[in-house]
């Protein structure tokens, strides 16, 4: 994959706790000499307050798809998307960057899911399997796969 490859992570809702941010920074630190990754939170929003859960999914899903660049190729991260192992997973990043695609946006849904728009928005649903991850650990769990997917295309060691 090469190093000019631009890859987002669209999450809804801040990472409270100081141990989520940490693991991600750590990720992300390490992710730097591959590729030039960023997180964008966008506020998730109370269904209280939104008028219901499909009321807070469209608010989310709004401010998510402005923070998706035009162009970009959008995975969204969803159970019943495709599982891939860590080598496929590889192996589908380096096809994105050989087919031209070197912007890639992730999204990561709020507890809720994601409304319809952001669902028809992405070009490929990614499942990280059938159970459901709380959107802070599935943020974590996707940048320790993106480095993991750079250090495989690579053919360099990652300890395990």
């Known amino acids: 994959m090469p190093v000019g490859m631009t890859i987002r992570i669209v999450?809804?809702?801040?990472?409270?706790?100081?141990?989520?941010?940490?693991?991600?920074?750590e990720y992300l630190k390490?992710?730097?000499g591959y590729a030039q990754v960023s997180v964008v939170e966008v506020a998730d929003v109370s269904p209280g307050s939104a008028g219901g859960v499909e009321a807070a999914r469209e608010k989310e899903g709004h401010a998510v798809l402005a923070a998706i660049p035009e162009g970009s190729y959008v995975m969204l991260l969803a159970i019943e998307g495709k599982q891939l192992s860590s080598v496929e997973f590889s192996?589908?990043?380096?096809?994105?960057?050989?087919?031209?695609?070197?912007?890639?946006?992730?999204?990561?849904?709020?507890?809720?899911?994601?409304?319809?728009?952001?669902?028809?928005r992405a070009d490929q649903q990614l499942s990280f399997g059938r159970i459901t991850l709380p959107h802070n650990l599935a943020r974590v769990v996707l940048l320790?796969?993106?480095?993991?997917a750079f250090k495989i295309s690579r053919r360099e060691p990652y300890h395990k």
Not at 18 to 23: K, L, M, T, V
Not at 144 to 148: I, K, M, P, V
């Open 91 to 120: 192996l589908r990043l380096d096809k994105l960057a050989l087919e031209g695609e070197s912007d890639v946006t992730f999204v990561i849904g709020g507890s809720d899911g994601v409304c319809e728009a952001v669902q028809q």
């Open 144 to 148: 320790e796969q993106l480095y993991r």
């Open 30 to 32: 390490r992710l730097g």
């Open 11 to 25: 999450a809804v809702g801040k990472l409270k706790e100081r141990f989520w941010r940490e693991a991600c920074q």
